[in-house]
């Protein structure tokens, strides 16, 4: 990651024959608390959802998991039928446990529920682009990816993306089908230091991941984007960074993210219409490439 190119890279990106914002809304906080049941609130679960499309979201991250069966249908609710340029993308691969823990859901049966959930709670008969969360659980990746390409067959997607995954499994992938978006644990910084470690089961440097998206023109879809709030520990570039421009941390982290990467395509989500006005702006934000540089090094101590 040296040099890094923080040039602020184009606003917009192609998925496909689509070409979409590089900045959308996450779905997961949409639920209630744990990613688990209905929310408190869910008239306001809507207007943030309608208003994130309002200010110009173009490309929202779900799935028939989040809630279980919740973020789905308050999509639904805000938005069916879904506007022109909008690109919902789901995720297969798992389950949430009556614990209100996550597990595997892999198998080629399990990801065709899967798709049936997302096709059903989100009113479409084809999904826009569906990730196939890559877990090694004993079913071959390649197995699962075969799953998805017979789903695409029958019209029930248009697009394969990949979730949770290291440069062998995008080129494996990339040996049978198009990939449109790799979605993978990446934050200000680069996710290589120790947050990465303590918080994330991928050994493999991000870095690498995404410098193969770049080459190929992959959109990168970074998770828990932010690492701020409760993960947060003393970051005095950032702090200087966000006192400079009149910013919150997190909208420095989204605005070093957009400045990271042309591929790269922010996903934060929030049940908060503040804080999903607050995210927004995060795009006027301009960083110089010595404080952006500073900000990396630091985060990745």
């Not at 991928?202 to 080459?215: F, N």
């Not at 932010?226 to 520990?233: D, E, Q, T």
């Not at 200087?240 to 070093?256: D, N």
């Amino acid at each position: 990651m040296d040099p890094l190119p923080f040039a602020h890279p184009p606003a917009t990106l192609a998925l496909g024959h689509r070409e979409v914002r590089r900045f959308g809304f996450g779905a997961m906080r949409l639920p209630g608390p744990d990613v688990w049941g209905p929310p408190a609130d869910r008239a306001r679960a809507v207007a943030v959802v309608r208003r994130a499309v309002e200010l110009g979201v173009q490309f929202i991250d779900t799935s028939w998991y989040y809630g279980p069966h919740v973020a789905n249908p308050i999509l639904a609710e805000a938005l069916h039928p879904y506007p022109a340029g909008l690109v919902i993308a789901t995720k297969l691969g798992g389950r949430r446990t009556a614990d209100k823990g996550w597990a595997p859901f892999n198998r080629p049966e399990e990801l065709r529920a899967g798709c049936e959930h997302d096709l059903r709670e989100l009113k479409v008969d084809c999904l826009d682009l569906v990730h196939l969360r890559w877990m090694d659980t004993g079913v071959p990746f390649l197995e699962m990816l075969g799953a998805l390409l017979r789903l695409r067959e029958e019209g029930k997607l248009r697009q394969i993306g990949l979730s949770c995954v290291g440069v062998a499994q995008v080129r494996a992938a990339l040996e049978l089908t198009p990939v449109a978006t790799v979605q993978n644990f990446y934050y200000v910084g680069g996710g290589v230091g120790s947050l990465a470690r303590a918080t994330h089961a991928l050994v493999e440097d991000p870095e690498a991941v995404l410098g193969l998206c770049e080459d190929r023109g992959i959109a990168f879809l970074p998770f828990f984007p932010l690492a701020v709030g409760a993960y947060a520990r003393p970051q005095a570039a950032l702090d200087a960074a966000a006192a400079r421009h009149g910013a919150t941390q997190a909208q420095i982290a989204l605005a070093w993210l957009l400045a990271r990467s042309p591929v790269m395509l922010p996903i934060p989500g929030t049940s908060s219409l503040e804080h999903l006005e607050e995210n927004w702006a995060a795009q006027a934000i301009r960083l110089e490439a010595a404080e952006a540089a500073a900000i990396a090094r630091e985060a990745r101590a």
